[in-house]
C-alpha cells in the first residue's frame, strides 16, 4: 500500500483529528522499509503525502475534503455540500443500543439461525423471552416458520436490517467468536449498553462471562 493510502485510510478511521507527528509514528516503520534513511527524512514523505492528498480532494471531483483543525487533520464534507448532507443526515435511523443481554440473544439467532427461543434458552442458560420481544420490536431478527418437532417452536432468523445495522454483505461476513468476544466486552463498558425496555433478564454474572463459550461451542459441535 502507497503512503498516499495508508495516511488516507488513518485519517478517514480517526474520530478526532490525527496530527502529522501521530501519522509519522504509525506509517514510520514502512516508510523505513521503503528506504527512508532517517526520521527527518520519514517525516519529510509524510509531509508530502499529506500535501498531495489535501490537493486531491481539494478537486471539485470530492465532495469532502482533509482539513487541518485543531493542530490535526480531518475528513469532512465541504461547505458546499452541507445541504445536501443535512438533508441525508435527516434520514438516518438513529444507531442501535443494544443491552448486553440482547446482544448475547441476537449473536446466538445470528450464528445458530434458525434458533427457537427453547434453543436459545439453552444456550443462555436463562429466559430469552423478553429480549426476543425487543429484538424483534427493532426488526433485527424475524419468524422463519416452525420447527417440525412436538410443539411446533416458531424458528428465529436475522433480518436484512440486521445486515445493514452491522455493515455485514450476508451472514457469512459474521465476525470470529474474538472479535464477538470483544464486542461484547466493549459494550458492557457502556459503549452500547442501555436500558433493556422489554421485560427484565434475570441472567446472573456467572451467565454473562460463559454465554460467549457456550455459542462457540454449540456452534461447533453442528
Known sequence: MSLKAQLEAIVYAAET?????????LVKESVTAEGAADDAEVKSRVRVALEELVADYGSRDHGIEIRQVAGGYRMSTKPEQHEMVRSFAKS???????SLPALETLAVIAYKQPATVPEINEIRGVDSGGVIATLLDRKLITTAGRKQVIGRPILYKTTKE??????????NELPSMEEF?????????GELIAAEEAA???SNHADRESATEEIAESTQKE
Open 17 to 25: 483529528p490525527i496530527t502529522t507527528e501521530q501519522l509519522v509514528q
Open 162 to 171: 440486521f445486515l445493514m445495522r452491522f455493515g455485514l454483505k450476508d451472514v
Open 92 to 98: 438516518l435511523k438513529p444507531p442501535i443500543r443494544l
Open 200 to 202: 427484565p433478564d434475570n
Open 181 to 189: 468476544e470483544k464486542l461484547v466486552a466493549e459494550s458492557f463498558q
